[in-house]
């Protein structure tokens, strides 16, 4: 059984950082896409990054686009999430996102996970 574990959530002042972890612990298939998504307080779940099993193609939400970096360690079936220049807006639960169907186009992109993590709190204060 899957179980994606996510880390590294908290509270930080607007303008700064935070780097989200997210373990695959127990999956054993290989080539797989991993990302993220969020829940904000009484908004629906949306989309924040995905990537491929080689690190060649990321897609990002528009509202993240250039402040945050998904990346992975294939190694230790890790996906990061590097979160900079973090706006009061940013604040969600955030869910690690394993395996499913990823594509990434020249003019479009759609993530459809597998697996689901519980969530990690990402409160940011203004």
């Known amino acids: 059984q899957v179980q994606p574990v996510e880390s590294g959530g908290g509270l930080v002042q607007a303008g700064g950082s935070l780097r989200l972890s997210c373990a695959a612990t127990g999956h054993t298939f290989p080539n797989y896409p991993m990302g993220w998504f969020r829940r904000a307080p009484g908004k629906e779940r949306e989309f924040v990054a995905a990537?491929?099993?080689?690190?060649?193609?990321?897609d990002y939400a528009d509202s993240v686009k250039g402040r945050f970096t998904i990346s992975r360690d294939n190694a230790r079936d890790t996906v990061y999430l590097q979160m900079d220049n973090l706006k009061p807006e940013d604040t969600a639960v955030y869910l690690c996102?394993?395996?499913?169907?990823?594509?990434?186009?020249?003019?479009?992109?759609?993530?459809?996970?597998?697996?689901w993590g519980h969530g990690t709190q990402v409160t940011v204060s203004s």
């Open positions: 990537i491929n099993w080689n690190s060649d193609s990321t």
């Open positions: 996102a394993v395996d499913g169907e990823y594509y990434s186009g020249p003019s479009l992109y759609y993530y459809y996970p597998t697996f």
